[in-house]
């Protein structure tokens, strides 16, 4: 059986908002016990930088190369950060899961890009890194995205099935975890991509705090059923999304909280038309990302769906957190030779074993010590766990460029 080790997990998801910073013991497998976490707000000015270039910047562009470097010092900073004062925490930690900052995802065109660079933040951190999750999967015909529903279903393993999980982050995703373990996952919307974006447009605040003009606002249906005419609301899971893939246009002459609630209510119908293609209805709907506090959103999805919605926090889980758990969680897996994502999850044509992982350069030189897991103590090829591929452009500082995409 193997071992629990602490891991660390970054996630910077398609609402832009920071870094999500979590750890956690685990074995890769049924074992997951969260010790905490924090989120790494982006200042203002490097959040409308990263939002520009994911609107205009080609991924070998030397502005996305710079803008990969930068984003990784700032991941690294924000677990110098958080690690200051667990000193012995940080000596123990195996290994860190890196998701870096979609910036394109279009898995149809064979292309999944997410800014970061692991090699040089396993040398800044002086501890292993795994990253570029998903392009292996992409490169076998998956979508690359999610690839949290493992996790949801490791936290879900001691409930009676079906149980599902509803992500509401910039893109909403759902899991369905059904009896024996079996899995099926895909994108259900765009969600506080669209939710901040209207509420930038018309006021400058980055969000509708605890949704309380959601609340207020009446949705437009038949602007609703005109996006759900789009062919992916046709398509079954698995699927994935795009954050460029839908914009806030089709609100265009509604106040402020009229479209907030039209584009809830967006999220709320397309929830709906995706369980009702799954196997069977879950016994309840858990929710997580930022989304689960815009109440307005809340509502419209307990007021469309004939399942119970309550949040993760109800499971004992932190909510803002989860993610970055997932990436702790699959970094474990990816050392342990274990898959990331299977064809019920992304449609790929077998499990696969994603991530890239990265050691710093002089192993032992670290509080970080030896880094057992890193060396396949634990089973799996090392040399498949160090997955070359076909070779990233180096960067402009000379070192590798992580791939600069999806969930």
Known sequence: MSRPVLALGLMSGTSMDGIDVALLETDGRGTARPLGGRTFPYPEAFRKRLAAAVRAVTPAAPEARALARELTDRHAEAVEAFLAGRPEGHRRIEVVGFHGHTLRHRPRLGETVQLGCGARLARRLGLPVVSDFRSEDVRRGGQGAPLVPLYHACLLAHRPPPQAVLNLGGIANLTWIGPGGALRAGDVAPCNALLDDWVRRHTGLPFDRDGEVTLR??????????????????????????????????????????????????????????????????????????????????????????????????????????EAEAFAYLAVRVCRGLPTSLPETTGVVEPVRGGVLHRPESEGAHAGGPHRLAHGEEGGDRQDQERPGPGPEPGLDGEPEEQPGGE
């Open 217 to 322: 606002g009446r949705a437009d249906p038949a602007r609703v059923a005109a996006v759900l005419a789009h062919p992916f609301f046709a398509r079954p899971p698995p699927r994935s999304l795009d954050r460029l893939d839908f914009d806030t246009d089709f609100l265009t002459g509604l106040d402020l909280a009229d479209g907030l609630a039209t584009a809830a209510a967006l999220v709320a119908e397309a929830t709906a038309r995706l369980l009702a293609v799954l196997p069977a209805p879950p016994r309840r709907l858990w929710l997580t990302g930022g989304g689960r506090r815009n109440r307005g959103l809340v509502r419209a999805l307990a007021r469309r769906l004939a399942v119970p919605v309550a949040p993760v926090e109800a499971l004992g889980r932190d909510g803002d957190l989860l």
